[in-house]
């Protein structure tokens, strides 16, 4: 299993940057593939971003390009979202995730709050 705890969510206003952060423990070489996953209320969950332990290709949904980056750091076991140009419409529940490919995640931290103000 693969344990991820959140961190960096707040409140921001529009226009504003947030980092989020992803710590990934325990069997993190079976779960090469780490999302960013996001839930507004009412709203299905969106798969934000996605990059993997193995190389350097990475996935965004069109709702975020050229705002959003993901990154990571191998030697920390950590996942970041950089979130830029934030708009009302970005708020959510952001929800970090493990899996053996895009597709397949099993593995989910606990969220974390970004409320975007107008």
């Known amino acids: 299993q693969v344990q991820l705890v959140e961190s960096g969510g707040g409140l921001v206003q529009a226009g504003g940057s947030l980092r989020l952060s992803c710590v990934a423990s325990?069997?993190?070489?079976?779960?090469?593939?780490m999302g960013w996953w996001r839930q507004a209320p009412g709203k299905a969950r969106e798969h934000v971003a996605a990059?993997?332990?193995?190389?350097?290709?990475?996935y965004y949904a069109d709702s975020v390009t050229g705002r959003f980056t993901i990154s990571k750091d191998n030697a920390k076991n950590t996942v970041y979202l950089q979130m830029n140009s934030l708009k009302p419409e970005d708020t959510a529940v952001y929800y970090c995730?493990?899996?053996?490919?895009?597709?397949?995640?099993?593995?989910w931290g606990q969220g974390t709050q970004v409320t975007v103000s107008s």
């Open positions: 990059i993997t332990w193995r190389n350097t290709s990475t």
């Open positions: 325990g069997r993190t070489f079976e779960r090469p593939a």
């Open positions: 995730a493990a899996g053996p490919s895009y597709h397949a995640y099993d593995q």
